[in-house]
């Protein structure tokens, strides 16, 4: 079985930053591309950012210039910086691996983490 364990969060001010992590472990092959997602109470969980393999990345609109994603393949890790906060940006964050092999000749499949509050408030 494939897990994703986020850490990171956590209750920070307006204007401050946290560091997420999450950590694919398991069996795994390859992994596609890594992102996170978020959803606020009473909203659709939406894409924050996402990247790729070779490192193509994509942002929601809401958090370009603010956040950055990054991902170490040796790890199975992706990161999101995130500067900058406002209280728009409280919400779970759920990381998601997308079409993940868990041998070379197995069929892709998506996992997601459990999600890890950022509660952004003075």
């Known amino acids: 079985q494939v897990q994703l364990v986020e850490s990171g969060g956590g209750l920070v001010q307006p204007g401050g930053s946290l560091r997420l992590s999450c950590a694919a472990s398991?069996?795994?092959?390859?992994?596609?591309?890594m992102g996170w997602y978020r959803q606020a109470p009473g909203k659709q969980r939406e894409l924050v950012a996402v990247?790729?393999?070779?490192?193509?990345?994509n942002y929601a609109d809401s958090v370009k210039g603010r956040f950055t994603i990054s991902r170490d393949n040796a790890k199975n890790t992706v990161y999101l910086q995130m500067n900058s906060l406002k209280p728009e940006d409280t919400a779970v964050y759920v990381c998601?691996?997308?079409?993940?092999?868990?041998?070379?000749?197995?069929?892709?499949?998506?996992?997601w983490g459990q999600g890890t509050q950022v509660t952004v408030s003075s």
């Open positions: 998601k691996a997308d079409r993940v092999r868990r041998y070379s000749w197995s069929s892709s499949l998506d996992f």
């Open positions: 990247v790729t393999t070779g490192g193509s990345t």
């Open positions: 398991g069996s795994i092959f390859s992994i596609n591309a």
